[in-house]
């Protein structure tokens, strides 16, 4: 096992985080519509607008000629697609996903129900507002929305990643506070997760005066460490014809 | 074998007192028993009459009755009918007896019943949370658990934004035909 000492870990920022080269923007510009142009995304299909999804994307009206694609892992993608209800047992492992996800990362919303609860509204078990646990970019409204529809609000998003507005994932590590307590009114105040998201906003300096506060020491107070998962492989052995008892 | 066993509880069955015995259709039959006799009938009907497939549990809310009501749905594969087999238990103290030691399948049901219900089933294997893994209220399908109220307590709603429509109108999006248009025109087409 790799000792954990061995991984490099850049805790610190060192150096002057304020920018010196007079190009720095011309080359961020660059860079937004790179970004813009090659999206990948992750559909976390929660309800009935995934539906709507493959037609998109495939030859009807193929999204792919816009740079869009589907990414199978939160690790490799920039959008994460919630299509539909969510419930409060889903939205545990959709804020899981998205944690996973390395920045920039823009979370879009489909149909009524992730805006408002839509047809939902009163069942006990579905989350209403999306944007009040993470950090939504963009809804694309509808019951369900059209592919036209959904082709219409990728091409907003890639208008604002390429104009810089679409930077909701940064409130993300500045407002974590109100995020995560929202989180806990829902899961209750043992809720965590395994990522470390204030030390994340440290990194990568977008600490704020919101990113703390009472919530984050609740989750302090709850967290436990995270400890190794072992794994055991039988490799080679020979079960003994007498003791052939257990999961065999 | 399988005519025999329809004619068997069509003639013996329907005449055991404390029976209620009603044929719906060729393939339907009820029956109503007390709850203390449930576990015994519906070994009578594994054991004896080939009805091996408990497909479902389900449980009504009788709320003016202050009781349960619990339908077993069994299906035999030898004479293709399916026995529904309905009790009613006292919404109080809400304690029932588990049927898993005749039909396995009974557990998942018993544990989904319960969490819906809060009706505690006595020798199930698990009683533990199933599906509402987060759920900190009361069991969400009793009659008396107001849906509406608890989701206004519990849940924040988006305000309503008519700004939004406008600038959508403004970039030349928004709602192409109006409903009411729609209706002026079938109207006017009529003869």
């Not at chain 1, 490099?8 to 304020?18: I, Q, T």
């Not at chain 2, 557990?107 to 294997?125: N, T």
Request: hydrophobic share 35%; with cysteine.
């Amino acid at each position: 096992m790799t000792e954990n000492t061995d991984i490099p870990v850049m805790l610190e920022r060192d150096g002057d985080p304020k920018r010196t080269n007079p190009l720095a923007h011309v080359f961020d510009e660059l860079v937004r519509f790179c970004r813009s142009r090659s999206l990948f995304m992750l559909h976390y299909c929660t309800g009935c607008g995934a539906i709507e999804l493959p037609p998109a994307m495939t030859s009807r009206f193929d999204m792919e000629r816009l740079g869009i694609q589907p990414m199978v892992t939160p690790r490799q993608a920039d959008i994460l697609l919630v299509t539909g209800y969510v419930s409060v047992k889903t939205l545990k492992r959709i804020i899981l996903t998205y944690e996973q996800m390395s920045s920039p990362k823009y979370v879009v919303g489909i149909c009524s129900c992730t805006v408002n609860g839509g047809m939902y509204w009163q069942s006990y078990a579905t989350a209403k507002k999306l944007d009040e646990y993470l950090p939504v970019d963009l809804y694309i409204a509808g019951c369900m929305p059209r592919p036209e529809a959904v082709i219409e609000g990728m091409k907003k998003l890639m208008a604002d990643i390429k104009s810089g507005k679409a930077s909701n994932w940064q409130d993300y590590y500045r407002n974590y506070d109100y995020y995560l307590g929202n989180q806990q009114h829902l899961f209750g105040d043992n809720w965590q997760t395994p990522t470390d998201v204030v030390g994340e906003a440290r990194n990568y300096a977008l600490a704020g005066p919101g990113t703390t506060g009472e919530h984050t020491a609740l989750l302090e107070q709850y967290q436990r460490p995270l400890e190794p998962i072992t794994s055991h492989f039988r490799i080679g052995e020979t079960v003994e014809p007498g003791d052939e008892q257990g999961d065999g | 074998m399988s005519k025999s066993i329809v004619k068997w509880l069509d003639n013996i069955i329907a005449d055991v007192e404390g029976v209620g015995y009603q044929r719906k259709s060729d393939r339907r039959i009820r029956m109503d028993v007390a709850s203390d006799t449930l576990p015994t009938l519906l070994e009578l009907l594994r054991g004896r009459a080939s009805y091996v497939h408990l497909s479902a549990i389900t449980c009504v809310d009788w709320i003016e009755d202050d009781e349960f009501e619990l339908v077993y749905h069994l299906w035999s594969y030898e004479n293709n009918t399916l026995v529904s087999a309905h009790t009613r238990v006292p919404r109080s103290p809400g304690v029932y007896l588990s049927v898993y030691d005749i039909y396995h399948p009974a557990a998942f049901f018993e544990r989904d019943i319960h969490e819906m219900f809060g009706l505690y089933f006595e020798g199930s294997p698990d009683m533990e949370r199933f599906i509402l893994t987060e759920w900190d209220g009361p069991p969400p399908m009793r009659k008396d658990f107001d849906a509406e109220g608890w989701v206004q307590r519990k849940f924040n709603f988006q305000d309503y934004h008519p700004e939004w429509l406008k600038q959508l109108e403004d970039e030349g999006g928004g709602v192409a035909i109006r409903p009411e248009e729609v209706r002026a025109k079938k109207r006017a087409d009529k003869p």
